[in-house]
């Protein structure tokens, strides 16, 4: 289940290298995903709170019985 969330996390790393936010800012992931920037994507952001709710799924302990729905 530690892996589940492990393709969420490389694509939300793909999509925030690719922004504005990291190209032209020079600014770090943590900054960039932790904040609601114009200069971060919509589908950044979509994939940024899946993230969030996947992390969460797994101390979750209902989920953690049933599973982590996973990517």
Known sequence: MSKSCKGLAMELVKCLSESDCIKIENRSYKECAGEKSPSIPSECV?????????KRGQVDMRARIRGNKGY
Do not use: K, P
């Open 46 to 54: 979509g994939l940024r709170e899946t993230y969030f709710n996947c």
